[in-house]
């Protein structure tokens, strides 16, 4: 479900996959820094023009490669190319969003249900939302991480404002909107005297 809303809040963003390709010589350590801090995954580590199999690097979130090779080991000059693909926003940056989408369900009362992120051995939103609750709390959460944007799209619903809407108004603008229902295909439009 957290991954569900993660990616339409990555598309409400506009913050597609991006791919990034890096080259080291190794020189005194088999740790590498990659210049991107959000590293969605490693593609490929290649050692001398060789690929590595995934046991022989370790990934560090948020951006670290450490090299680990048997006998006779790395040795000066080596050159090690690294494939990614990276995001502006965390998961991290992302479920802060999502959290603070929750509180705001809340504050305005969206539904009689107290939504909340939970950690057990993965995170989770208890109760489990229906999909037009995902979709608020998708919009709402992109409105948090880019409150500049006058319109957020989804598949099923377009959400415009007037630029000068404050994002608090927005956002009950919004939640209001949805309480009452949305349809297929709705455009959700407000201007700043609404």
Do not use: C, H
């Amino acid at each position: 479900m957290l991954t569900k809303i993660k990616k339409k809040i990555r598309s409400l963003v506009k913050d597609f996959e991006k791919k990034g390709t890096e080259s080291f010589a190794y020189t005194v350590t088999n740790e590498f820094k990659l210049a991107e801090s959000n590293i969605g995954e490693i593609e490929e580590v290649i050692l001398n023009g060789e690929n590595l199999e995934s046991a022989q690097y370790t990934f560090e979130s948020p951006n670290k490669i450490s090299l680990d090779i048997e006998s006779p080991g790395l040795v000066q000059e080596d050159a090690i190319d690294i494939i990614y693909s990276y995001y502006k926003y965390s998961d991290e940056e992302l479920e802060g969003a999502i959290s603070s989408a929750l509180v705001w369900l809340s504050v305005f009362g969206y539904d009689e249900e107290d939504y909340e992120l939970v950690e057990n051995e993965e995170l989770y939103i208890d109760p489990t939302p229906n999909n037009k609750t995902t979709d608020l709390i998708s919009l709402i959460s992109a409105i948090i991480l880019k409150p500049e944007y006058s319109e957020y799209r989804l598949a099923d619903v377009t959400v415009r404002y007037t630029p000068t809407i404050p994002t608090d108004k927005r956002i009950e603008l919004l939640v209001t909107r949805f309480k009452w229902g949305v349809g297929i295909n709705d455009l959700l439009e407000w201007n700043q005297g609404d």
